[in-house]
């Protein structure tokens, strides 16, 4: 059944102070952390983006308070290509710091690693809104099965928070729970940070090397893609020689960020056929159709506030992403806000926003 637990294993058991020593390590301020937390790795059942059952794996943190009755939080990570480096895995990720500190604050927080990442098989579907969303809801009901044997309870009520890939995530899981994707869990807030709003403008944007990393973002964009929708016929059609013959195996999820940045051109130019940099920028027929899912995430009207995060600073995801964003939001009456959290780069913003995000949930029902 979607949502059982397969396999739970400690990875932490901190206290408060050893939790603030983690925060600080990854850039994050301290000052929010009231309790120890305990945090295990949990495998359970889900689906893949074809329905077909399978498992997925998350770090669920809860905090060493005594209380039995906990409000929920959700975070969702950004682009990860690695398996090993989500949080339920890599114990100085900012992913594991972030869940860290919301479960310090006196929360439990269901950090899943998505389908294909961390102990889950296969390759990861990055950006597959559906399967987005049925990892991340199937993690919840884990969380609160995985509570329950501790004799504790989560409020259905979820906060919902995620940083660059997690941000246009936190907008379609917080719609999923709204529209009743589950019977018990509905949105409570909703905290996107330095999210891709726009993806077929962050894309172009990728095609014509006007962000950092801007051949790895749209290789690895290109090669999912292409493994879920069908772009190209041979990789020679998109990637020039002799890239044509690397880049697919680079993305597999075995391979570090830094191992496949070394093996790739900095630009896009360098990396990709003319013709198919022409079909990002102006995509067409099946591109056009499923990049407008992940055009449109914040084009709902929520029933519960919406405070996004971004910073002017960010150099990987334009500010612009935010505006795009919020003028979905406006469209559909929606309550929000916008906060610039200043000129930092793009994992700056992230660090910045936490205790932002976390005195957000501390005013929210």
Not at 146 to 168: A, C, H, K, Y
Request: contains cysteine.
């Amino acid at each position: 059944m979607p949502g059982s637990v397969v396999s739970v294993t400690l990875v932490a058991d901190l206290k408060a102070k050893e939790v603030a020593d983690r925060l600080e390590a990854a850039g994050i301020d301290a000052a929010q952390v009231h309790y120890g937390v305990r945090a295990h790795r949990l495998v359970y059942r889900t689906r893949g983006v074809r329905g077909e059952p399978t498992t997925a794996s998350q770090l669920v943190a809860v905090p060493k308070n005594g209380k039995r009755a906990l409000r929920t939080v959700s975070w969702l990570h950004g682009t990860t290509v690695y398996r090993g480096d989500v949080a339920s895995v890599n114990e100085r990720s900012t992913d594991r710091a972030a869940a860290l500190l919301f479960a310090s604050t006196g929360r439990a927080v269901s950090a899943p690693d998505y389908l294909g990442l961390g102990e889950g098989p296969g390759i990861h579907p990055y950006g597959h809104p559906q399967a987005t969303v049925t990892a991340s809801v199937d993690a919840l009901r884990a969380a609160r099965a995985f509570v329950r044997r501790e004799q504790r309870t989560l409020d259905r009520n979820v906060l919902v928070s995620g940083f660059s890939q997690g941000g246009p995530a936190t907008m379609m899981v917080g719609r999923a729970l709204q529209r009743g994707a589950d019977p018990y869990f509905r949105p409570g807030a909703l905290a996107p940070i330095a999210g891709p709003f726009d993806l077929s403008g962050f894309e172009a944007a990728a095609a014509d090397d006007e962000i950092i990393r801007s051949s790895l973002y749209l290789a690895y964009f290109v090669t999912a893609w292409d493994r879920m929708y069908g772009l190209y016929d041979t990789p020679g059609q998109a990637f020039r020689a002799p890239y044509d013959k690397t880049v697919e195996s680079l993305f597999d999820g075995d391979h570090k960020s830094a191992e496949i940045a070394a093996a790739l051109p900095a630009t896009s130019k360098e990396l990709f056929t003319p013709e198919f940099l022409d079909t990002i920028r102006s995509p067409r027929g099946k591109l056009r159709r499923q990049l407008e899912a992940l055009d449109t995430t914040c084009d709902w009207r929520p029933e519960v506030p919406v405070h996004l995060y971004h910073a002017k600073g960010d150099k990987d995801v334009a500010f612009e992403n935010a505006r795009h964003c919020e003028r979905q939001l406006t469209a559909n009456g929606a309550a929000h806000r916008l906060t610039d959290v200043g000129d930092v780069d793009h994992n700056g913003t992230v660090r910045k926003a936490l205790p932002l995000v976390v005195r957000q949930f501390d005013a929210a029902p």
